[in-house]
Structure formats: C-alpha cells, structure tokens
C-alpha cells in the first residue's frame, strides 16, 4: 500500500488499516527533502511501537516489526490486524506551504539491514532493576547525547567505543522524538530515554520503560487531525501531557534552558512535574558556557524561591572525536560534562531515584569526594535536625585553574583558589529554612561543576507566586547583576 500524506500543521495524524500479519510489518516514510519531522507508529491497541525520523540523520527511515526481529526504532511484538495511526510531528514553518509525505506499508515481506540496525531475542531489553554492579558509590555517566538515530554522527559501534574510552558507567542516549528500543552495549549501562523536541523547548525523559508509557500520548495527537474531527492541538498540550503521563516513573528534565535557538520559551509554565534542570550542557559550543551561566543562576533563584528541581549535566554530543565546533579547542564527548550519582548498587532504577533526590552532581574535569557531617547526608538531602553542619570536599583531576566556592542561600561563604588534591572545608549552623551548596568555575567564572544542595524548611506553606511573575523577576536580577 503506498499514500500520500499532506502536513499542513504542526500536529497530523494518518491512519492505515491491515489484517493480521502472519509475519511482519513494514513502512516507510520519504519526504522529499530534510523538514524537522518525527512520525510515531501505534498500533490498533494504542501501544507505541515505533518511530522514525525521516528529516535529519542517517538513520534508514523504515520501521521493520515482527515477533522475532525488528529494526531498532520499532518494538518487537506480535502483530494484530486493525486500524494503525502514524502521528506526524512537524517543528517548522509552513513559509513555503505544506509538504508531502510519502507513505508505504507492506506486511509479511523480508527485509535485510545491517546487523546494529536490528535486534532479535537476545538484545530485547532488560529489568530496570538489574544490578550492572552492586557497589555502593559514585557513578560517573552522560544523561544526554545523539547518535545516528537522530542527528548524530556517531553509530552504535563507534558511540560504544567512545563510552569505554571515557570510562563512562551509564548513559542515556536522548534521540529526538525516539527511542532506539534495541541498543546494547556491554560496557555500559543504557537508560531508555528520549528527548522531546518541540518548538516550546527540549525536555529529556530518562527511564523509559516500554512503548505503553508513551501511548497516553496518542489520545492527545489523534486529536490534531484525525479523519472524524478537526479539532485542533498545540504543542502546549503534547508538553504538558508527556509531563502528566510520563513524571511520575521517569526522569524529566528541561534542556539547555537558555541556549538560543533551542531555549525553553514558556515563560507562563511553571514547570510542575519536572524534576531536574540542565545546568551544564556541551559546554565545546560556542555560546553554551553563558547559557550553562545562567541555568546555574536561575536554579539557585528557585531554589531561594521554595522550588526544588535538582541539576544534572549533559554532553549533548553529536559528534565524532575528532570533529570540532568552530573556534571551539575541545571536542564534544559524550560525558563532557558527567554526571556522578550516589547509587547502592547500578541499575536503571536506582540511577532514577538517584537524581530524582540530588544524590549528584555535574562536573568538567574533575570529580569529587564529599563528606556532609561525615557521611550522614548526601547532596540533595533535606536536614531535619538542628544540628552543625560540617562540608567537606576533596577535588581531583583539577588539570587547569579553577576555584571552588561554598553558598549558603546564593551567597558566597568561601572561596578557595583549587589544585590538585585540593581540600575544602566549610561549617555552618544557620537558623530558619535554608540551602547550601558547592560549586566549581574556572578563571573566567563559567560554571564547571555543580553539587546540588542540602537543605531545611520550617514545613511551613509558601504562597507560590505566578512562574511569569519568577520567570521576569529572575531575568531583571540576572540581567542587572551581568550588566555591571
């Protein structure tokens, strides 16, 4: 079956109709040339079961099901007859009118790829409560990056490298709008995420556990433009249900905040249901070190605001080793920078939980001990004592000049030039609800390291002012406080 899909905004959802395969599903999606598209398959149940991106990459742009082998952006399961939905994501503008989508479907026929471009019974997946190791420790992994399966250069083979190279413990690989059901990499472990890439803003969801958890997700779109209804749906709407479907077993967290073209831009949302922030991303790009700046800056103005979202770090990488930004003298690797989480024992579930709580930190370059009261608490932890609070951390690998610093409720404590070894100590024992922190910058005060704050409240209710109220309060202190 072949047919021509017209997209003609934002959001179009298509359907085809099969009898049951005895064997196989196969579709395809053309365009004629690159438009920021993402297409997601559902099946007659309503389960997510497959995507593909047919505008960036190099990834083929075919979906391949049956019960034994499928390409890697489909979910291998047993095929039923019936009514199948294609959701068309469409990012850009429509200046040069609608395009055209060129559809084929074919069920039962053989399909022959490259041996990373499927899986079978041996690479489908895993418990998310698997140990990879039982130690209880640090573990350094890259919570965002791209590979062929979206717009990165990498494939599986060459990204499994770099990982072992970096000595990365976990990653989380965020292809835009999908998932890479199948990756597997011995060496590592890989969280299933995708990132959501929408004009409003970027939103990464860690811990993505199987396609039914993205299904809530067709209700919303089938309303875009189904063949009974013309009823209308906004970017808004998938933004907000991924949030309400998706926050309470996975990770969400906004993206390069601030880094234009790609920033959040809805400043009336007030982003309930998120749980982490970005506060440093591919820092090799040209303009991220300020908006790395000022993630960091707008995380601790909600934090001295009441609001609790906990910061983790991201390469963002797209590229090979040896591929540069311009005038950039760095490559972007995955885990530049790397996210170290407190875990007992690695696995999927426990890296969630991990941040979820704070138990983390980002760092360039080095890594840390930390000892909070003597190993009592963790980063993120909330103190319920009154009590001295004694904070102590040793900085490794520390390869270029630097210096830490210690903030209670935003402001400098101390300040310590760092080398080598470098201890830094700190006690404090403050009355009422505060936060306190430690962070690392470099000589030109770009944020290279951030350890997510302890904290006491009072459990008293805050009355919460409107987020548009925050989101322009922030701006004129940021933007009066970088103008002296």
Same mark, same amino acid.
């Given at each position: 079956?072949?047919?021509?899909?017209?997209?003609?905004?934002?959001?179009?959802?298509?359907?085809?109709?099969?009898?049951?395969?005895?064997?196989?599903?196969?579709?395809?999606?053309?365009?004629?040339?690159?438009?920021?598209?993402?297409?997601?398959?559902?099946?007659?149940?309503?389960?997510?079961?497959?995507?593909?991106?047919?505008?960036? *990459? #190099? !990834?083929?742009?075919?979906? &391949?099901?049956? /019960?034994?082998?499928?390409?890697?952006?489909?979910? %291998?399961?047993?095929? =039923?007859?019936?009514?199948?939905?294609?959701?068309?994501?469409?990012? *850009? #503008? !429509?200046?040069?009118?609608? &395009?055209?989508? /060129?559809?084929?479907?074919?069920?039962?026929?053989? %399909?022959?790829?490259? =041996?990373?471009?499927?899986?079978?019974?041996?690479?489908?997946?895993?418990?998310?409560?698997?140990?990879?190791?039982?130690?209880?420790?640090?573990?350094?992994?890259?919570?965002?990056?791209?590979?062929?399966? =979206?717009?990165?250069?990498?494939?599986?083979?060459?990204?499994?490298?770099?990982?072992?190279?970096?000595?990365?413990?976990?990653?989380?690989?965020?292809?835009?709008?999908?998932?890479?059901?199948?990756?597997?990499?011995?060496?590592?472990?890989?969280?299933?995420?995708?990132?959501?890439?929408?004009?409003?803003?970027?939103?990464?969801?860690?811990?993505?556990?199987?396609?039914?958890?993205?299904?809530?997700?067709?209700?919303?779109?089938?309303?875009?433009?189904?063949?009974?209804?013309?009823?209308?749906?906004?970017?808004?709407?998938?933004?907000?249900?991924?949030?309400?479907?998706?926050?309470?077993?996975?990770?969400?967290?906004?993206?390069?905040?601030?880094?234009?073209?790609?920033?959040?831009?809805?400043?009336?949302?007030?982003?309930?249901?998120?749980?982490?922030?970005?506060?440093?991303?591919?820092?090799?790009?040209?303009?991220?070190?300020?908006?790395?700046?000022?993630?960091?800056?707008?995380?601790?103005?909600?934090?001295?605001?009441?609001?609790?979202?906990?910061?983790?770090?991201?390469?963002?990488?797209?590229?090979?080793?040896?591929?540069?930004?311009?005038?950039?003298?760095?490559?972007?690797?995955?885990?530049?920078?790397?996210?170290?989480?407190?875990?007992?024992?690695?696995?999927?579930?426990?890296?969630?939980?991990?941040?979820?709580?704070?138990?983390?930190?980002?760092?360039?370059?080095?890594?840390?001990?930390?000892?909070?009261?003597?190993?009592?608490?963790?980063?993120?932890?909330?103190?319920?004592?009154?009590?001295?609070?004694?904070?102590?951390?040793?900085?490794?690998?520390?390869?270029?000049?630097?210096?830490?610093?210690?903030?209670?409720?935003?402001?400098?404590?101390?300040?310590?030039?760092?080398?080598?070894?470098?201890?830094?100590?700190?006690?404090?024992?403050?009355?009422?609800?505060?936060?306190?922190?430690?962070?690392?910058?470099?000589?030109?005060?770009?944020?290279?390291?951030?350890?997510?704050?302890?904290?006491?409240?009072?459990?008293?209710?805050?009355?919460?002012?409107?987020?548009?109220?925050?989101?322009?309060?922030?701006?004129?202190?940021?933007?009066?406080?970088?103008?002296?």
């Amino acid at each position: 079956m072949q047919k021509e899909i017209i997209i003609n905004k934002n959001i179009v959802s298509a359907f085809f109709e099969i009898d049951k395969p005895e064997e196989s599903l196969w579709i395809k999606i053309e365009t004629d040339e690159k438009v920021p598209m993402t297409v997601l398959l559902f099946n007659p149940e309503k389960v997510f079961c497959g995507n593909v991106i047919p505008g960036i *990459g #190099s !990834f083929i742009r075919e979906i &391949y099901i049956s /019960k034994e082998v499928c390409t890697l952006t489909g979910l %291998k399961h047993e095929l =039923s007859g019936g009514k199948y939905a294609l959701i068309f994501l469409y990012g *850009g #503008s !429509f200046e040069k009118g609608a &395009y055209t989508v /060129k559809l084929s479907v074919e069920t039962d026929s053989r %399909k022959s790829y490259a =041996s990373y471009y499927c899986q079978n019974e041996t690479s489908s997946g895993y418990s998310f409560d698997s140990l990879y190791s039982r130690e209880t420790r640090y573990y350094k992994g890259d919570f965002h990056g791209h590979t062929i399966f =979206s717009d990165g250069h990498n494939n599986i083979e060459e990204a499994a490298g770099i990982l072992e190279d970096r000595k990365l413990d976990f990653m989380a690989f965020t292809e835009h709008n999908g998932i890479a059901f199948g990756e597997s990499i011995p060496s590592c472990l890989l969280i299933p995420s995708m990132e959501l890439t929408l004009p409003i803003g970027h939103m990464n969801i860690h811990g993505i556990q199987s396609g039914n958890m993205l299904s809530g997700l067709l209700d919303l779109a089938v309303k875009a433009a189904t063949e009974e209804t013309e009823a209308e749906i906004g970017f808004d709407e998938i933004w907000r249900g991924a949030v309400s479907f998706l926050s309470e077993e996975a990770n969400l967290s906004l993206n390069h905040m601030f880094l234009t073209p790609w920033q959040f831009c809805k400043e009336d949302y007030d982003l309930s249901g998120l749980h982490t922030l970005e506060v440093i991303c591919d820092p090799t790009y040209k303009d991220s070190p300020e908006a790395n700046d000022k993630a960091a800056a707008f995380l601790d103005f909600l934090w001295n605001k009441g609001r609790h979202l906990y910061g983790i770090g991201g390469s963002d990488s797209h590229n090979r080793p040896e591929e540069l930004y311009e005038n950039s003298e760095e490559p972007s690797l995955y885990g530049d920078p790397a996210t170290y989480v407190y875990c007992e024992g690695l696995s999927v579930n426990n890296l969630i939980k991990g941040i979820k709580k704070g138990h983390c930190y980002a760092a360039r370059y080095v890594n840390l001990d930390i000892s909070i009261c003597q190993g009592k608490y963790l980063p993120g932890d909330e103190i319920t004592e009154q009590e001295e609070i004694e904070y102590r951390v040793t900085v490794r690998n520390v390869a270029k000049p630097m210096y830490g610093v210690f903030l209670l409720n935003g402001g400098k404590l101390k300040e310590q030039a760092l080398s080598e070894g470098s201890q830094m100590t700190c006690k404090i024992c403050p009355n009422g609800d505060w936060w306190f922190r430690f962070g690392i910058y470099d000589e030109e005060s770009h944020v290279i390291c951030y350890v997510n704050p302890i904290y006491k409240e009072s459990g008293a209710p805050k009355v919460q002012p409107d987020f548009k109220i925050l989101w322009e309060e922030f701006h004129e202190q940021y933007d009066k406080r970088n103008s002296v």
